[in-house]
Nanobody, 123 residues
């Protein structure tokens, strides 16, 4: 199966920036699409951004204009550049090959998901 490994989380002050990375291995070919999701304590899993292999992107309203999703040239790594971070952005961020996940809890028990990387934004 596909293995996804995220990195780049950490603690940052409000207004700061972080860049998350997610690298895929074990794929037979190019990943057709990627999604970033996040989950904060007490909250449902929330869609953050997605990108297709053709470069089409989608963002949640809460991050639009602040976050940018992109792909590496080798198309095996997806990035999430997060600027103007707010304490509301705090949570565990997950990448997935599922661009359309709508479950309550992430990661689910099936599908290709990373282990998560924690982002904490202090006020």
């Amino acid at each position: 199966g596909v293995q996804l490994v995220e990195s780049g989380g950490g603690v940052v002050a409000a207004g700061g920036s972080l860049r998350l990375s997610c690298t895929a291995s074990g794929t037979a070919g190019a990943v057709p699409g990627w999604g970033w999701y996040r989950q904060a304590p007490g909250n449902d899993c929330e869609f953050v951004a997605s990108i297709t292999s053709g470069g089409g992107t989608e963002y949640s309203d809460s991050v639009k204009g602040r976050f940018t999703i992109s792909l590496s040239n080798a198309m095996n790594t997806v990035y999430l550049q997060m600027n103007e971070l707010d304490p509301e952005d705090t949570g565990v961020y997950y990448c997935s090959t599922d661009r359309l996940f709508m479950g309550v809890t992430c990661p689910p028990s099936s599908g290709d998901w990373g282990q998560g990387t924690r982002v904490t934004v202090s006020s």
